[in-house]
């Protein structure tokens, strides 16, 4: 079994954990299970007790970091099912959610995969390599507004409607298949200044199009909402505005869209009371042991 260290670095640990305030006989969920990290010292907290954990991935190299606890069980799903696998595990209510919405680090390494343009290999991004379609086939199969709405949606690229338009007078002649190829079609369309930050715009956008991540944390969240019980907490961090705006949203507001409900009174109605008022952000201790945790943000929010 991989370590934890191996395949992932944990951002924010000591920081997440201790806002779960756990207790060693309720019920938790990790949704981003990855490579055990936050799961391992959710269960140290769980010591002696009759709690139960669950891990959810839809990755196959993350169920082979599965825990071998008494108090764990891994389900090999996306986390946009967590009410549905409750369920079905005889679960109503928990007391704790927990998500770490960035991708790992074994996945960027893993050249085979194409989350990142450091390597030359094939285009699939795909979380879940039993389903979906890959990046290729989204750059080849794409209508052009589309793949210009996925750019500027899911990436903030101004400059997304030329991106689309070059992605597809290309493919007119040619397939895009591989990483290098792909690079040199819309490299040339960043400054040099820019480049690596624009290049990792697009394939963010990319990554989250291929494995429909705004949907799926929609549907998490919302689940988490009749998951959660009161004097619960879900835990989250978000490594990008789209996702952060999302979290904030929900929990401030107890609606995706940020819509605010008041009572007779002028109270909000909201199912949550925020933790930490302010987002928590990663020490520069950290930050310079792990970069990754540069764009990290923790929000923290208890039941009602």
Avoid: C, W
Wanted: charged residues 30%; aromatic residues 8%; proline residues 3%.
């Amino acid at each position: 079994m991989a370590e934890a260290n191996e395949y992932h670095i944990p951002v924010l640990l000591h920081e997440s954990i201790e806002g779960m305030n756990i207790n060693p006989n309720g019920t938790y969920i990790d949704v981003t299970f990855g490579g055990g990290g936050h799961s391992k010292h959710i269960l140290s907290k769980m010591e002696g007790g009759a709690g139960m954990l669950y891990g959810f991935d839809q990755d196959a190299d993350a169920e082979a970091n599965r825990v071998n606890h008494p108090n764990f069980t891994f389900v090999r799903s996306n986390f946009r099912y967590i009410k549905n696998f409750m369920k079905y595990h005889g679960v109503e209510q928990v007391d704790g959610i927990l998500a770490d919405l960035g991708v790992s680090s074994h996945h960027f390494d893993d050249e085979e995969r194409g989350f990142s343009f450091r390597f030359e290999g094939p285009l699939d991004m795909r979380m879940n390599k039993r389903a979906g379609r890959t990046a290729a086939e989204i750059l080849n199969e794409y209508e052009e507004s589309k793949l210009a709405d996925v750019f500027y949606l899911y990436g903030e690229l101004k400059n997304s409607r030329r991106i689309a338009a070059t992605i597809v007078r290309y493919r007119q002649t040619n397939p895009i298949e591989r990483t290098e190829q792909f690079l040199e079609i819309i490299k040339p369309l960043f400054t040099r200044e820019r480049e690596k930050k624009e290049l990792a715009k697009v394939f963010q956008a990319l990554r989250i199009e291929v494995n429909q991540e705004m949907d799926a944390l929609r549907e998490m969240l919302l689940s988490a909402n009749q998951l959660i019980k009161p004097g619960g907490r879900l835990v989250v961090i978000t490594y990008h505005s789209l996702e952060d705006r999302m979290v904030k949203n929900l929990m401030r507001s107890g609606n995706i869209e940020g819509k605010i409900v008041q009572d007779f009174f002028g109270k909000v109605e909201t199912p949550y009371r925020l933790i930490n008022r302010r987002v928590i952000i990663a020490s520069p201790e950290e930050v310079d042991r792990n970069p990754r945790a540069r764009s990290a943000k923790l929000r923290i929010a208890e039941k009602i």
